[in-house]
């Protein structure tokens, strides 16, 4: 079992920053990857980034490109992910999830994931 607890989130202008973090639990595999996805009221879960715990290839929704970025604390098991100039349509439940998703497009679907935070909210107002 891998435990995921989210935090970070909060009500910030568009423009600004947050940076959410993913702390990790339980056991924990260098293959693992990472991923963080968001849900709007009424939509389903949208793909922002994953990466692999161990390094290597990271890839980001479009939508998120430039302005967000996903990094690591292999010491304190936490995956973290800034959120620079934000705007309202980033607001969402943000989960971070953990699996090993076998290809590109497994990536980005959360039926890859096995194990998911609780989620944290961001609210970011224009």
């Known amino acids: 079992q891998v435990h995921l607890v989210e935090s970070g989130g909060g009500l910030v202008q568009a423009g600004g920053s947050l940076r959410l973090s993913c702390a990790a639990s339980g056991r924990t595999f260098s293959s693992v990857t990472m991923g963080w996805f968001r849900q709007a009221p009424g939509k389903e879960r949208e793909f922002v980034v994953s990466?692999?715990?161990?390094?290597?290839?990271?890839y980001y929704a479009d939508s998120v490109k430039g302005r967000f970025t996903i990094s690591r604390d292999n010491a304190k098991n936490t995956v973290y992910l800034q959120m620079n100039s934000l705007k309202p349509e980033d607001t969402a439940v943000y989960y971070c999830a953990a699996g090993w998703p076998s290809t590109l497009v497994a990536l980005t679907r959360a039926q890859s994931y096995d194990f998911w935070g609780q989620g944290t909210q961001v609210t970011v107002s224009s």
């Open positions: 990466s692999r715990w161990s390094g290597g290839s990271t």
